[in-house]
């Protein structure tokens, strides 16, 4: 079967992180949880850190109602998405991400959680939508620290169980390649290499011998407003959307 895992905070970080959260419960402490904003937001993702997910929530949820800077309130909002994923609270998950969505709608990672969260709750049309509108927004032009592949990789594991599930063998199996060619060592991905390929006839291949990065652009043209077709197509060729234009009509639809 087709495989996912969650990834979580390795040991060492969360133990060089144990003075950091005893400087901050002592502030929280003397001044009776009147921090600065951003103390508060460092201390709810240090009990995060240290897998104190309750107490994450709350301190997080109390930032929220000071914090004025929308990048951190972002992050905050997805952080307190991600950890009631942990805890299996997938609805809370989804409505924490919604608000986010709020505060930047341009934004991916909201949406990508989303996707994850309804994974989890084996919704796989509702994976693949919220995946398609993520995905081919940029990353956050931000100051706050992000991690370059929750854009380019990480998302991949889900989407690409989700299309299966969905019968798309074939995307399954070309999303899975993109995913190698960023991480080419990915048990995950190795694994679901081999088991997507037993489930697609050979005839259904088409032989691709140059890399992704060297495509040109290419223009398709939906058949009689069949969009459904076109965007099922698009997912099958796992090409980047930003490489890609869909003439209708008169209209130019990226």
Known sequence: DAIVVEHHPPPDRVEESGRNLRILEKEYAEKGGAMEPRHLFYLGREYADHGNHGGAIEILTEYL?????????????TKIAELHRHQGRYQEAIDADLQALKIYPRWPDAYLGIARSYYFLQDWPKVVYWTDLGRVLPPPDTLLFRNPLDYSLNWIIYYTNAVFALGDGLAALAWTRRALEVAPD?????????????TVGSEELIPIEVSVADLPTYAVIPVHDRHELTLALLRQLALPPDRVVVYDNNSKVP
């Open 186 to 198: 990915d048990a995950m991905h190795k694994h679901n290499l081999a088991f997507f390929a037993t």
């Open 65 to 77: 109602r000071v914090g004025g800077w929308d990048d951190e309130r972002y992050s905050a909002q």
